[in-house]
């Protein structure tokens, strides 16, 4: 039982170091101005700080390992020992879709932002032509990436717990002659 307490922790820790990271990136994304040179014959773009990018991936990051620790743990639910025919595999698969679901929405966005948040154009106008434009990442789509890990990170611990309880420690196997089933015969 300590094991499970150490995964649930080392999950709870991954999530929560993304999710801040998430919205710290939200928070510093990058913004920009248009600037004259000296002698105003062209206009471009400033760009403050690029650090929501470094944010971004590393939320990415983060929600990558703790996605990696639960299916690690839990044998991606395919591989390794069959489960307990109970409701708490039913539970398991179910949660362990919406897992996978909401790990892929939270890593598109975070993905996303980050190289959206990265890109900066390069345009200049020369001789009184209309100001560029100085294209940056909307708000809110880290914002949608935090709660995507927020909701990720939710589904995951309970999919973990309700693997661990349908596992079981006991020795069950759900078929064959051992469950009591014959096999063969009519």
């Known amino acids: 039982m300590a094991a499970n307490k150490l995964v649930l922790a080392l999950i709870f820790v991954f999530d929560v170091i993304a999710f801040g990271l998430a919205v710290a990136a939200e928070q510093r994304r990058s913004t920009a101005g248009v600037v004259t040179d000296k ?48 409701g708490s595999r039913g539970c398991a698969v179910v949660l362990f879709l919406l897992c996978w679901l909401m790990f892929l929405i939270a890593e598109a966005c975070l993905l996303a932002g980050s190289v959206r948040n990265a890109y900066h154009t390069k345009y200049r106008t020369i001789f009184g032509d209309r100001a560029p434009t100085c294209e940056t990442l909307r708000k809110g789509v880290f914002g949608a990436g935090a709660a995507f890990v927020f909701f990720s990170a939710i589904v995951s611990e309970f999919y973990y717990v309700s693997y661990a309880k349908s596992s079981g420690d006991e020795d069950y196997p759900p078929y064959g002659k051992e469950s009591g089933v014959r096999m063969g015969t009519y």
Not at 47 to 74: E, H, K, P
């Open 39 to 86: 002698e105003k014959n062209y206009s471009y773009c400033v760009y403050n700080s690029d650090i929501a990018t470094g944010f971004g991936v590393g939320a990415f990051l983060f929600l990558m390992l703790s996605q990696a620790l639960v299916m690690a743990v839990t044998k991606c639910f395919c591989c390794g020992r069959a489960l307990r025919p109970t």
